[in-house]
């Protein structure tokens, strides 16, 4: 078998070898030479790393203590409970009877948070509130609420700038190619440091964001063009990227929201969307304790066929998937908050375990990104 393959794949191999540089081959091909044909023409076979050393070089970690409180979970918890006192004292919750993605009634219970049951989609795989707020403005006009957010100091902006927002351009540099002359939208922009970015090479970049004071702190920070609008009201249309990070998982009825996504997006445009993945390492650990359960904004939860059903029900291509998440600090901070110790070994190997559990695609966060056919 090792031959055959030998002889279909390195041959090919082969003759390229002795026509172009090396170091201008891509890296697959540069991968299979060396004595160890066989076991290189099955590495041939995937784009995963070889070996836990490969894995590690490409293991890029992230310092939660720039991004979390050192209470975390229990920070999160004193906010839902705000949250949940202003839908009651609101206009309450209303009940979902059916999948707002695919439409099906099958369903079974997942989990239950606040009194609130998360479902799951026995057909699309998505995980919804069998209960939402009946307002979502209850939550997101909240004055106590709003307080909460820590979004707009330059500490976190700074860091979120370097960390995730030069990755994320990285990733659409990668599979979009150029950046130069594209039109790009980054939906649900917060405090601006992505779309600050972006415009490095992409100065034709545009936001949208809904709250104010982050509007506010993004424009002042950027100088760029951030609309107040709904994407069926944009000034601005025809755009050939389109940014979602952490957004979907708040909006109750994905069908129309990506109908309207796929009304400015021009054709052969791209979708890249980040999202919590709900079936997950972290998820799997932590149950309902885990960040991304918290049904007061994130009335839906997405995995990886869900979000394949979403790509097909469009007609989109999908043209990159990976998991990166935080699932692994995410278990250490629910040890500090249930005053248990923290596990000796989750603390000594936090990025190799990571690594290996973003690696199997089982992450806590998933990225997509989608592109809309050419005619
Ligand atoms: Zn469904």
Redesign the pocket.
């Known amino acids: 078998m090792a031959s055959i393959v030998d002889l279909g794949v390195m041959g090919q191999t082969a003759v390229a070898r002795n026509d172009v540089d090396p170091a201008a081959t891509p890296a697959r091909a540069r991968r299979a030479t060396g004595p160890i044909r066989a076991l290189d023409a099955n590495a041939l076979a995937s784009d995963r790393p070889e070996s836990l050393s490969a894995l590690m070089a490409t293991h890029r970690s992230v310092d939660v203590s720039k991004m979390r409180a050192a209470a975390f979970l229990d920070v999160q918890d004193q906010i839902e409970k705000v949250k949940l006192a202003a839908i009651e004292a609101g206009s309450g919750w209303k009940s979902v009877d059916a999948?707002?993605?695919?439409?099906?009634r099958s369903?079974h219970p997942e989990l239950v948070k606040h009194g609130i049951t998360l479902v799951g989609?026995?057909?699309?795989?998505?995980r919804y509130g069998a209960q939402i707020p009946a307002v979502l403005d209850d939550v997101y006009k909240n004055p106590a609420y709003a307080s909460y957010s820590k979004e707009d100091n330059d500490e976190h902006y700074n860091y979120r700038r370097e960390r995730f927002g030069r990755e994320r351009v990285q990733i659409l540099e990668r599979h979009c190619g150029s950046l130069a002359d594209k039109r790009l939208v980054d939906v649900g922009c917060g405090n601006g440091y992505f779309i600050s970015v972006a415009r490095e090479s992409c100065p034709q970049t545009f936001g949208t964001e809904f709250s104010d004071r982050m509007r506010k702190f993004a424009t002042a920070k950027t100088g760029l063009p951030i609309f107040s609008e709904g994407l069926d009201q944009l000034p601005e249309t025809g755009f050939d990227i389109v940014t979602l990070f952490d957004v979907i998982e708040h909006i109750p009825d994905p069908n129309p929201f990506m109908a309207a996504i796929d009304r400015i997006l021009n054709p052969g445009g791209y979708v890249l969307i980040y999202t919590p993945n709900f079936d997950s390492f972290g998820v799997r650990v932590m149950g309902a304790r885990h960040s991304v359960v918290d049904p007061t904004e994130h009335v839906l939860l997405y995995t990886m066929p869900?979000l394949r059903?979403l790509a097909a029900r469009f007609g989109y291509q999908i043209v990159y998937r990976e998991t990166a998440g935080l699932d692994v600090q995410s278990i250490i901070s629910m040890h500090d908050s249930t005053g248990t110790p923290r596990p000796e070994f989750l603390t000594s190997w936090t990025n190799e375990i990571q690594a290996m559990v973003n690696a199997s695609s089982c992450g806590d966060y998933a990225r997509i990104l989608l592109r809309k056919p050419a005619i």
């Open positions: 999948c707002p993605l695919c439409g099906s369903r989609c026995d057909q699309c795989d998505l869900s059903f």
